[in-house]
């Protein structure tokens, strides 16, 4: 029986939370950040990528669901976050996580920089970790 206990707390600790106190502070409106290639692909191409961060994509982008983020993204190393895909959809904003203040940008790809004046951290959604070009 001290087994299973112990194998059940050691999964509590495994899946907890990565911050406890999540406050957005600022927020920006969702903006498109384009490579040379999405520039290469002309005006039409430009204009729908556009409206779809305008429209669609701005839904996962409210405060509760940054917040959701933030709370069970895995934290990786710069190298690692390659693995996620780079749209060009973001947003950019202020985010307190626990007691550390932090500028951060989200990507509509589901990863995330977080910037202080010391440091740069990457989180990122693991269901979509390794998913871009499937």
């Given at each position: 029986?001290?087994?299973?206990?112990?194998?059940?707390?050691l999964?509590?600790?495994?899946?907890a939370?990565n911050?406890k106190?999540?406050i957005?502070?600022?927020?920006?409106?969702?903006?498109?950040?384009?490579s040379?290639?999405?520039?290469?692909?002309g005006?039409?191409y430009?204009?729908?990528?556009?409206?779809t961060?305008?429209t669609?994509?701005?839904?996962?982008f409210?405060?509760?669901?940054?917040?959701k983020?933030?709370?069970f993204?895995?934290e990786?190393?710069?190298y690692?976050a390659?693995?996620?895909?780079h749209?060009?959809?973001r947003?950019t904003g202020?985010?307190?996580?626990?007691?550390?203040?932090?500028d951060?940008?989200l990507?509509?790809?589901g990863?995330?920089?977080l910037?202080?004046r010391?440091?740069k951290?990457?989180?990122?959604d693991?269901?979509?970790y390794?998913?871009?070009?499937?």
């Open positions: 029986m001290k087994i299973f206990y112990m194998v059940f707390v999964r509590l600790f495994a899946y939370d911050f106190n999540i957005i502070l600022k927020l920006d409106k969702p903006t498109i950040k384009l040379e290639i999405d520039k290469d692909g005006e039409y430009i204009n729908a990528i556009r409206e961060c305008d669609q994509i701005v839904q996962h409210h405060k509760e669901n940054i917040i983020f933030f709370q993204a895995k990786y190393d710069s690692q390659a693995s996620y895909c749209f060009p959809c947003i202020k985010v307190k996580l626990d007691s550390a203040i932090y951060f940008e990507n509509e790809g990863f995330a920089v910037k202080d010391n440091e951290r990457y989180f990122g693991e269901k979509l390794g998913e871009c070009g499937i």
